[in-house]
């Protein structure tokens, strides 16, 4: 993956009022994908010290222990190897994500996904680029977070933006 053209953004009701948006990133990553035969596998890997909201007060509390817990677990992850394809487009990606140590199920619906042969790279190699964007809700109480629970929303709203280039 191409860590300046991937993150992962989320969202979730705060207080009730508004919504605290915020992301992650870049992502670290590998994807392979054979459309031919519709499978592949998905390893990324974020830092959970990246999270920005842009509000600092906000980011510092969200690193705290009760929350992310940066510090004891600098690291989160999404390993995924069901993909659902439509035709030769990727659909859907099922599989695991780790956060603060708890692996639970997580499925990502592709919003969109493409591939295009780029001849003008910047970086003088030329081939094939892939991307796409895609969502997914997770419970943050499934993962020890339930702080400001219920004024803080439980469910979490992501959007994962991803590209890459064939190697």
Do not use: K, W
Not at 80 to 89: M, N
Not at 142 to 154: A, H, K, Y
């Amino acid at each position: 993956l191409d860590p300046e053209r991937s993150a992962v953004h989320f969202e979730l009701l705060h207080f009730g009022t508004s919504t605290l948006r915020g992301r992650f990133g870049p992502v670290a990553g590998v994807v392979t994908l054979d459309r031919a035969v519709g499978s592949g596998e998905v390893n990324l890997r974020l830092a959970t010290a990246t999270v920005n909201t842009g509000a600092r007060v906000f980011d510092v509390r969200l690193r705290e222990p009760d929350l992310l817990a940066s510090a004891a677990f600098p690291d989160a992850y999404f390993v995924a190897t069901r993909l659902r394809f439509d035709g030769t487009a990727l659909a859907e990606v099922g599989g695991e994500f780790t956060l603060r140590g708890v692996s639970r199920a997580l499925s990502l619906r592709a919003l969109r996904f493409g591939c295009r042969t780029d001849q003008t790279t910047g970086d003088g190699l030329a081939g094939e680029i892939c991307g796409g964007d895609f969502e997914g809700f997770l419970q943050r109480s499934d993962f020890g977070m339930s702080f400001g629970l219920p004024f803080v929303s439980d469910r979490v709203r992501l959007f994962v933006t991803v590209q890459g280039r064939r190697r």
